[in-house]
Nanobody, 122 residues
């Protein structure tokens, strides 16, 4: 079983910054892509940023230039540095990981964290 534990959410004023973390634990072989999603009230969950095991990144247009995704493979942790936050960034942020569990199993399994609330308000 794999667990993802997010942290770092909170209340911040517009223009402020927050750093989210998501640490994976449990029994697994390796972690492939790690992704941050968010879901605002009344809206569908949307992809915010993703990073491959090799460090390639991709961002939603709405956060490009403001958010930076990174990962520490030794710690099985992904980060989301969020700068110049706007009220429209208010949402629950979820961590997602695609994981290989065993050496002779090429399947990729998907896991989700429980979410962390980010509120941008004055």
């Amino acid at each position: 079983q794999v667990q993802l534990l997010e942290s770092g959410g909170g209340l911040v004023q517009p223009g402020g910054s927050l750093r989210l973390s998501c640490a994976a634990s449990g029994s697994f072989l390796s972690i492939n892509a790690m992704t941050w999603y968010r879901q605002a009230p009344g809206k569908e969950r949307e992809l915010v940023a993703t990073i491959t095991s090799g460090g390639s990144t991709n961002y939603a247009d709405s956060v490009k230039g403001r958010f930076t995704i990174s990962r520490d493979n030794a710690k099985n942790t992904v980060y989301l540095q969020m700068n110049s936050l706007k009220p429209e960034d208010t949402a629950v942020y979820f961590c997602n990981a695609k994981v290989r569990l065993r050496l002779f199993d090429r399947s990729e399994y998907e896991y989700w964290g429980q979410g962390t609330q980010v509120t941008v308000s004055s």
